[in-house]
């Protein structure tokens, strides 16, 4: 991956990823989240997704991408850290499998800068009736999450872990202020996106006259544009505190548990490929000791694993459990934890982590969405751009110690269990 | 366009072999690429309850496909995943109602890793301690499924529209009747439906059929077998409905519904048929379709509204999910729907877009490893290829759905389920996280 600055705060990465069967144009907007406009930015991907100036019709829309042989169009808003996150991204087979030699890589480029900088306005605003329409789809999707309780269950540890911080806020938007948003308010959140973003333009599977083209019409669309980025906010972690224990009651046929942890410091990113080996020894993989010992040998719950987030410093371990279970569990999840910062271990299976985590990163780089993922987390975390090569080196490197220096530094902040008992799921 | 033509071939070219001991294997070499994903699939899945084994009649409780796949991953030397976890590969399983897939992708050591899974597919080991040691963990994937409103609603619609088609029963079975497996049944069924004739072998990615044929070798797969008098019984399935109607409560926010069509089973192998449904499917209420955008713009349900073709030997039926405050309105819709294409016929725009579709999907699965595999495994075990579909697909006429509409979609064949809230379900207030390491 090749990667350059065009302008202030606007980056290109390239790949011609010359393999794959299909390409891909995405344009990523990266900005600090705050709370007065977060439901307008959650709002937006779903009004900017179902038309643009040249095609303002959702129907024609989808019929146009039908055309270009499904090709993918998606407008996809996501939290990173105390940072919001928009990408409009176009994906679709490459012009050799076109039937009638259709110029579909031109037309993907279109379609993607279209949509990012000519929305489909009426006057000054963004069309009312389709911002109300939206408005519905984004009320539905906010109070249909409680059907999911697995997220839900994490969703909720994350408020309570979160609190006020810039982290905390709810980046899909607030259900109660999704009624009152208006096509202004949308339009100027839109504005301010365009304005204060940091743009990656990430180019792969084209040609480098291809890429030079989709290069030279951003930079045009940006030459109409009055910009001042603003820095992104840094890598975070909320300050160690007493454990937070909450139950919700809910009559599921399973309990979920969601633990939340904070490494008490913001990540460096030098610390990375620890991180990595020791999520995979303790709950990341299957040879995990959440999986081996929690799942496999105490057959506490059906899963029960761990993941990290390095803008936040945070690890969340997330377990189903019978509801009887639940305080076993949690006890079982945090004993697996110390066993691992004082007690052994083998370096089998420290091994047999780092040969699963090296053998994942050398695959990376089979897929469209590994590459993109990988470069532009490497992006926003900071520091010198990694390869998948040189996290793989880094990974070599890793000592038991530096795994249980990550460990150790974890401490539990907050539990969270939805369950039918109350009063016996904590231990 | 014969170039055109030639880039297709080459795209969607795979290396076909059947084996000595009856196996089929498929290989598609993809240069340039580190990783390779291999796919050792049985027909064997939830709804094969009932056959004969020689002379002996077999009848198992429901959930032991799942069951026994979860088994598999253990013999005399210990858990699978430790050997795995040896070469690097990832490995993982599933079970379907006609199928159970064992695979793995590996970017170092494939031998090593080919060899792990011909051998723990091939020499399985159960005993009854086991085999009572698994039940607590399947039990805990029961139930997190028994959470899930939108498999509630598909398992729901299948026993309202079967009478005793094993289709009715959970693919992980319930924790009573995984509580009855025994080690004799699990036996069995390897006897009968892992022999190599019933399984097929894919593998795409960074390797070749010379290697995946020389792992055959050292596990014993290219010496002939002889072939297991197995015969699937099956029970009779009229043509009517078990229920019209079924609803559940379940805390969810918001009413869930299901709409189910009983249609007649289609030939083992015609895939032709259910890629013209998924045709007429998309015509009726796909995203370019009428009926998608007036139920979108009035908010009648969720976004994800549409419906799917399950299929499968002895069944097929066409199944329409999605949330809403109004399911009946949009039951209404729906019929009314139906009732003016059948009259009407497709919309021939519509259609031809469709197939558009459809072409790019197949091309987009050819890209990585997995979908390579995975897409050719699925096909090889109804005996067809890649470039047979796109053939096939190429080959469908917006007449055909019109003439096949008169046939599916009837409303007197048609169930529905509901699912309403329990009201525990409180209004969330959230933020989310992405997932890194």
């Not at chain 1, 709810?170 to 743009?199: C, F, K």
């Not at chain 2, 159970?100 to 992708?105: E, I, M, N, S, W």
């Not at chain 2, 897409?375 to 796109?390: K, S």
């Not at chain 2, 979609?409 to 409180?426: H, S």
Request: aromatic share 8%; with cysteine; charged share 25%.
């Amino acid at each position: 991956m090749k990667r350059m600055e065009i302008a202030p705060g606007v980056h290109l990465s390239w790949d011609p990823a010359q393999k794959f069967n299909r390409c891909r144009v995405s344009i990523h907007f990266a900005l600090p989240a705050k709370r007065e406009t977060a439901t307008a930015h959650a709002l937006l991907p779903l009004v900017m997704e179902r038309g643009y100036a040249d095609c303002p019709d959702m129907t024609q829309l989808t019929k146009k991408l039908a055309r270009l042989y499904g090709a993918d169009l998606t407008v996809d808003a996501r939290p990173m850290g105390a940072n919001h996150n928009l990408c409009v991204s176009v994906t679709g087979i490459k012009d050799q499998f076109a039937l009638e030699g259709e110029p579909l890589t031109r037309e993907y480029a279109e379609l993607a800068l279209g949509t990012a900088f000519h929305p489909y306005f009426v006057g000054e605003t963004f069309a009312p009736d389709a911002v109300n329409i939206e408005k519905q789809m984004l009320k539905k999707a906010l109070e249909d999450e409680v059907n999911e309780k697995r997220l839900y269950c994490q969703r909720q540890a994350n408020r309570e872990f979160f609190g006020d911080s810039p982290a905390g806020v709810r980046q899909e938007g607030y259900l109660e202020e999704v009624e009152g948003l208006t096509a202004r308010q949308l339009t100027d959140a839109y504005y301010e996106m365009l304005r204060a973003a940091s743009i990656e333009l990430i180019v792969l599977g084209c040609g480098e006259a291809q890429t030079e083209a989709v290069k030279n019409a951003l930079l045009e669309e940006l030459s109409q544009v009055e910009r001042a980025p603003a820095a992104l906010a840094e890598n975070m972690a909320m300050p160690r505190r007493e454990p937070l224990y909450k139950t919700e009651t809910f009559d599921t046929t399973q309990a979920k548990l969601c633990m939340l942890f904070t490494l008490g410091q913001p990540m460096q990113p030098r610390q990375l490929a620890a991180v990595r080996l020791a999520m995979a020894l303790y709950g990341g993989s299957v040879t995990s000791r959440l999986f081996l010992n929690v799942r496999e040998r105490d057959h506490l719950c059906y899963y029960c694993s761990s993941s990290f987030q390095s803008f936040t410093g945070s690890m969340a371990v997330n377990s189903g459990v019978e509801h009887a279970d639940a305080a076993r569990a949690e006890k079982a999840v945090l004993k697996e934890l110390a066993d691992l910062c004082d007690g052994p271990i083998t370096d089998e299976e420290l091994e047999d982590c780092r040969r699963s985590l090296l053998s994942g990163m050398t695959g990376l780089e089979d897929t469209l969405g590994g590459i993109e993922t990988w470069y532009y987390m490497e992006v926003l975390r900071g520091g010198p751009i990694q390869s998948p090569d040189e996290a793989r080196a880094a990974l070599c490197a890793v000592t038991k110690e530096d795994v249980r220096a990550i460990l150790r530094a974890l401490t539990l902040s907050v539990s969270y269990c939805l369950t039918r008992e109350e009063g016996s799921t904590h231990a | 366009m014969p170039e055109k033509q030639s880039v297709l071939e080459q795209t969607a070219a795979d290396q076909w072999k059947v084996l000595p001991s009856g196996l089929t294997v498929i290989v598609r070499p993809m240069p340039g690429y580190s990783g390779t994903h291999v796919i050792y699939a049985t027909r064997f899945g939830s709804i094969d309850r009932d056959f004969r084994l020689d002379d002996k009649e077999v009848h198992l409780p429901a959930g032991v496909a799942h069951f026994l796949e979860h088994k598999m991953f253990e013999d005399q030397d210990g858990d699978a995943f430790a050997k795995f976890a040896k070469t690097g590969a990832n490995a993982n399983a599933f079970t379907a109602f006609d199928r159970t897939c064992y695979l793995f992708t590996a970017t170092e050591q494939l031998d090593e890793s080919l060899d792990v899974l011909l051998e723990m597919v091939g020499k399985p080991y159960f005993t009854q301690q086991t085999i009572d040691k698994e039940q607590g963990i399947i039990g805990q994937e029961i139930k997190m499924y028994d959470d899930s409103a939108d498999w509630r609603l598909i398992t729901g619609l299948c026993e309202c529209l079967y009478h005793s088609h094993p289709i009715r029963s959970d693919i992980a079975g319930t924790c009573e009747s995984i509580a009855t497996i025994t080690p004799g049944m699990l036996y069995d069924c390897c006897k009968a439906f892992y022999a190599p004739n019933n399984m097929v072998l894919a593998a795409a990615g960074n390797t070749t059929m010379e290697q995946i044929l020389a792992a055959c070798e050292r596990n014993g797969l290219m010496e002939p077998r002889p072939a297991e008098r197995v015969q699937r019984l099956w029970r009779d399935e009229p043509m009517t409905l078990a229920a019209k109607e079924k609803t559940i409560r379940m805390p969810v926010a918001k009413p869930c519904f299901g709409l189910g069509f009983k249609e007649e089973p289609l030939p083992s192998g015609d895939l032709r048929s259910e890629m013209l449904y998924d045709l007429i499917l998309c015509c009726i209420c796909g995203g370019m379709s009428k009926l998608y955008r007036r139920l979108y713009d009035e908010g009648l349900t969720n976004p994800g509204f549409g419906g799917e073709v399950l299929r499968v030997d002895g069944c097929c039926c066409i199944l329409f999910t999605g949330e809403s405050d109004a399911p009946d309105a949009v039951r209404q819709l729906l019929l009314d729907e139906i009732a003016r294409v059948r009259a009407e016929g497709v919309d021939r725009e519509i259609f031809t877009l469709c197939k558009n579709e459809k072409y790019g999907q197949l091309i987009e699965n050819l890209e990585n490893v997995e979908d390579s595999a995975s897409q050719m495994a699925d096909f090889a075990l109804a005996g067809q290829t890649v470039a047979q579909q796109i053939t096939t697909l190429a080959g469908l006429k917006a007449e055909d759905a019109d003439a096949a509409l008169q046939q599916i979609l009837r409303e007197e064949r048609m169930a529905t389920m509901y699912i309403q809230p329990d009201g525990t379900a409180v209004l969330p207030e959230d933020d989310g996280e992405e997932e890194e390491a």
